[in-house]
């Protein structure tokens, strides 16, 4: 018998259908192929997280019976899946399923798979986006908490009463903003929801791609909002690195890039950094920091593979400040040690 290396041979060899989404720094649908490529250590893993790949695998069989999978996988120096906890994750499968990932678990099993290390609880707003891009791309309706949230957002309902939309309605609304005239009142929202509902639609246009009129409104209320919001506008701009430059820029003026919004932006708007000012404005910034702060962001955007060659140059850059130089040179006597 063949042995199983990969969990798309082990999928495959089990007759289900199955599609894959990145949980880590942002939901995103992984194409088949570039997922072949990462399991075939062809690839990096494209947004790592702390040394790790986070993502679901949504499979199902002729029964059409949906199972999800969140898996955390650790990463090699070069962004690379470690094959050895992947290997370990799909013999446990195999010993508690034999070849079958479809068929019908006993309570033993079930608490024996819900327990193994590879495991991984999203967040609330991560699940809600996940779950509604799973519905679309399945060509299922979009959840019972839609209906609510459209009526809000639409101006049906006072926007004092925002304690009943549910989360789940509002990434409904925000993953099919193309569809129907989602979009229009997704930009006429902001004049008029709370500011919880605000915050919440932010926290699902983070993981999706911007309508432009759309991101040059949230960058308006961006820099028109005080120090408690402002970060939750900057990640729904995640999509757009150029409103996310002149965001960044907007915070650095404002003396406002702190901790806080540092973590954010190499969370989820790290794709800036790609750009020279921005970056520069970053490490400057990131170089005020504690030491150990400094050595914990700088090893975590280092392993992103868009970023890996500039970050690396800016460790040899002769035009930074002393205080980045200093900074840098506390992070090679750790890595040294």
Not at 118 to 125: C, D, L, T
Request: proline letters at 4%; one cysteine or more; charged letters at 20%.
């Amino acid at each position: 018998m063949t042995e199983i290396t990969t969990l798309t041979q082990f999928l495959t060899t089990a007759n289900t259908q199955f599609q894959v989404y990145d949980m880590g720094r942002r939901v995103q649908h992984i194409d088949m192929m570039a997922f072949n490529e990462i399991e075939n250590l062809n690839s990096p893993y494209p947004s790592p997280l702390q040394g790790h790949a986070q993502f679901a695998i949504v499979f199902w069989d002729a029964s059409q019976q949906h199972y999800i999978w969140f898996l955390k996988l650790p990463l090699d120096e070069r962004g690379l899946l470690s094959p050895a906890p992947r290997t370990q994750f799909i013999k446990m499968v195999v010993e508690a399923l034999g070849r079958d990932p479809a068929q019908a678990l006993s309570e033993e099993q079930q608490q024996k798979l819900a327990n193994h290390p590879f495991a991984f609880k999203p967040s609330a707003e991560k699940l809600a986006v996940f779950n509604a891009l799973v519905r679309k791309q399945l060509n299922e309706k979009a959840s019972p908490q839609y209906e609510f949230a459209y009526q809000y957002i639409s101006g049906q309902v006072k926007a004092q009463n925002w304690q009943d939309i549910g989360l789940q309605g509002i990434a409904d609304i925000c993953v099919r903003a193309n569809e129907l005239d989602h979009l229009k009142h997704l930009k006429a929202c902001f004049d008029y929801a709370s500011i919880e509902v605000q915050i919440a639609i932010c926290q699902c246009l983070e993981h999706l791609t911007l309508d432009r009129a759309l991101a040059e409104i949230i960058l308006a209320k961006l820099i028109a909002a005080d120090k408690t919001t402002k970060l939750y506008y900057l990640r729904a701009l995640a999509s757009h690195a150029e409103l996310g430059q002149k965001a960044i820029l907007h915070l650095a003026e404002t003396q406002l890039l702190d901790a806080d919004a540092l973590i954010t932006i190499a969370a989820r708007n790290w794709t800036v950094l790609k750009h020279d000012t921005t970056r520069t404005i970053y490490l400057e910034a990131l170089a005020t920091q504690q030491q150990h702060f400094f050595n914990q962001i700088f090893a975590d955007i280092v392993m992103i593979p868009l970023l890996r060659t500039q970050m690396l140059t800016e460790l040899r850059n002769p035009n930074r400040s002393p205080q980045l130089s200093a900074a840098i040179g506390g992070l090679f006597k750790v890595t040294k040690a």
